[in-house]
């Protein structure tokens, strides 16, 4: 069965620390990965995806197959960042997404 | 174009009752999707449209539920006879197929609560 994993519910950094939320998936065919994030009052929007291999806002992630993980870092965080972040895979060909249970990040001044 | 919308924003029933939501996608986008979130989850995929065609509903989507796009514009998902477990917000997406999944935008969701 398709699932993705996030283990920390709650994660709390220093401004200026590095961030790295965690995210493994179980999927048998090849995935395509992505990162959404929720700001407060604001609708769910993709932050980047696996195959562009982008930066957006200076974080960055990478697909490990053999770990099966894509977890999402940032080197210095910023206040700006506390948000929601949902790791999700799509089915190929269902056209799906399948979301984490998300990961509330918190960036203390 | 402003992006997707979804009346209303929230809505408190008794349980028991019927409820109706509406989903307006991007007038240009042919797919549509609906997604069920409870507290502390992530979002949980329901169904979703190509144009005014059901092409997969989940398992999540008991009898009670039943989704519509009757001129592949607009669409209401409606549940009968709520019971507490309805509780949720339900979130409303769309995209166009010719860019694949990367071109979801999601709306900002309704939240319904069952008392």
């Known amino acids: 069965a398709q699932r993705v994993t996030q283990p920390e519910k709650l994660l709390s950094v220093f401004k200026g620390a590095p961030v790295e939320l965690k995210c493994n998936y179980s999927?048998?065919?090849?995935?395509?990965l992505f990162w959404y994030v929720q700001y407060s009052r604001q609708r769910l929007q993709l932050l980047l995806r696996h195959i562009s291999r982008e930066s957006i806002k200076g974080f960055t992630a990478d697909l490990n197959k053999g770990e099966t993980s894509f977890h999402l870092k940032k080197p210095f965080a910023q206040e700006e960042d506390s948000a929601m972040y949902y790791c999700a895979l799509i089915i190929q060909g269902a056209q799906k997404l399948v979301f984490g249970q998300g990961t509330r990040l918190t960036i203390n001044p | 174009d402003t992006g997707v919308s979804q009346d209303p924003r929230h809505k408190i029933t008794k349980r028991g009752q019927n409820v109706t939501f509406r989903c307006d996608p991007i007038?240009?986008?042919?797919?549509l999707y609906w997604y069920r979130q409870t507290l502390g989850q992530g979002p949980e995929f329901l169904t979703y449209f190509q144009n005014e065609a059901q092409l997969e509903k989940s398992r999540l989507l008991s009898d009670r539920f039943s989704a519509e796009r009757p001129k592949g514009s607009f669409s209401t998902l409606e549940i009968q006879r709520t019971e507490q477990g309805d509780s949720a917000m339900y979130l409303c997406?769309?995209?166009?197929?010719?860019?694949?999944?990367?071109?979801?935008?999601f709306g900002s969701g309704t939240r319904l609560t069952v008392v």
């Open positions: 999927y048998s065919g090849s995935p395509e």
């Open positions: 997406a769309s995209s166009f197929s010719g860019t694949g999944y990367y071109g979801y935008t």
């Open positions: 007038s240009e986008h042919n797919r």
